[in-house]
């Protein structure tokens, strides 16, 4: 003690000219390049606002860890004994040393708690603050950027920390996020023919090869409706009743928004006893939901997500998008970060819905690793308080789905450009449940289906059989460099993402995407936890245990998918194989066995 002490005076002593700042020696916390299409404009304007976050080192998180592959794994005594929100809270909260070196460094900055807000658990800790003290406190220079699209943001390209602190805060954001999540919606078309879903088709219905035996109407090969998805799922006849204790949820990001009338066609359309029946609407940080301004991401999303799980509570979360940023307005400027407004909201709910489905995502390699990491960590909360969540795999098959080398952005950012196969985050984040895409009856993967290796996380232990075995069958050297075969593999399951037929500003329209993929299996999954529900049970939760569990040990679960595969980065992509691969993971769900396992688990 009397030693450290005398240390802690020798070097006051030493830097004693400088009195009120005792070790303000920064030290380089984090620096990117910057992503491709992002261009420096003018210093940031001095008396611009910004709300500062900084995340603190959850120091128990490898036993919140183990604890969601507990009571995540059908096999364990624990299976779906959840955590509550308080137990998830005390294994996440920071040490109380970093909690007192935050509290001082924005003390000494005149940073008093009344100008601070933390998480409940004191994980995260928000300010707000001018740019110029941002800029001194980080030793950063802020500037304004903008996109090739016009989007503009404030952003630095690198930041530092007094050094005694880079043990204390594990990132400080906005600083080096450049991400622009995006809807995985590939196509977008308007029904020409106008057709009705419902009307006489002649063509004899089509036999599923699937362990079900079903049979799917024969429209179904090129428009899909909620009809054909529990026909195809074997879901019919099926009807949730677990008298509003299961909740069923998706997310709306960037200004897209679910139109109220198109959901009552839709359901007239698609789903008859639906209609009149509506969603809850929760606004987070201001989100919108403008009926001017109809979104096609967020009427796939509602319509079906919601029709397939009729009559189950529905709830569509906007979280506020990214506005311009104009330089003018002087007021704080939206930080760009939705899925930590959005965690920071639902992390904070109590009896969150128990299936959320996401359809946003972004280039891995554009999201700083630390950032990725922490909202992953918020992933993990939430499954370890029994949420399922789903995230579209994306639409560029292996990379930016562009055959064409000339075009094609499949390069590293880091410097070098290697050519590299492009992840999407947060469907590389190995506590949520990655959906590819299939197309047609008989079903093969359509050729966007996202797959492929995280180059951030590395293959969780759920992955240890399966993912091995897909990797053998390839031929050795097989995209050799292009990929990393020791990281999470992308996706987990699929479902239909082509020619769903939704209405959009008062019209039927087809339109495809994993983003219609995300929310179909997520239906699914929500129609599971009812089951479980109403059967007096845990809801499933964090769901990759289980499905790479029984995959492990029955057949027929889930559909495989082993025709097609998914290009990109001027490359024919992964095939869909036997078993799980990087186009379509397992395959796509037969709910009628699904609900047979969890019930007797
Ligand atoms: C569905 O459409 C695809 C593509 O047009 C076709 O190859 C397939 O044979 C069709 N399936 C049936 C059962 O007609
Ligand atoms: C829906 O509401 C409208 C207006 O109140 C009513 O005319 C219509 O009969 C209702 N339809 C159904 C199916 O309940
Ligand atoms: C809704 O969108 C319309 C059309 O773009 C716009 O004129 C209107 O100002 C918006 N309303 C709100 C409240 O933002
Ligand atoms: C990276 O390499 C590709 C292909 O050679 C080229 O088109 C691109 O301009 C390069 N980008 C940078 C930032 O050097
Ligand atoms: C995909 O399958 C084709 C045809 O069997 C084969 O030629 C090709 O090498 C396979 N691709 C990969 C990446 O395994």
Redesign the pocket.
Known sequence: MRISLAWGRVIFALSGYALAAPSTKFKLKESIAVPRGWIRRDTAPRGLTIDLRIALPQANFPLLEQHLYEVSDPFHERYGNHLTQEEVNELIAPPAESVDAVRSWLADHGLTDSAISRSPAGDWVKVRLPVSLAEEMLDAEYHVWEHASGDTLIRTTAYSLPEHLHGHVELVQPTTLFSRFRPQRAMFHFDQEGQSSTAADN?PA?NVPSASGGTVD?SC??TVTVTCLKELYNAVGFTPSSNGKNQVACTGYLNEFANLADLQSFYEDQVPAAVNTSFKLVSISGGQNNQSEPGGEANLDTQFLFGITFPTPATFFTTAGSPPFIPDILTPTDTNEPYLDWLDFILNTPNPPQTISTSYADDEQTVPKSFAQGACAGFAQLGAKGVSLTFSSGDGGVGDGDPDPATQECFTNDGLNKTQFVPLFPPSCPFVTAVGGT????ERAVDFSGGGFSNYFPRPSYQDIAVPRFLKKLAPGTYAGLFNPAGRGIPDVAAQADNFRIFFDGRPALIGGTSAAAPTFAGFVSLLNDARIQAGKSPLGFLNPLIYGINLIQTGAFNDITTGNNPGCGTPGFNATIGWDAVTGFGTPNFGILKEIVLGL
Not at 439 to 442: A, E, S, T
């Open positions: 063509a089509i024969a090969n090129t197309i047609h009856v008989p």
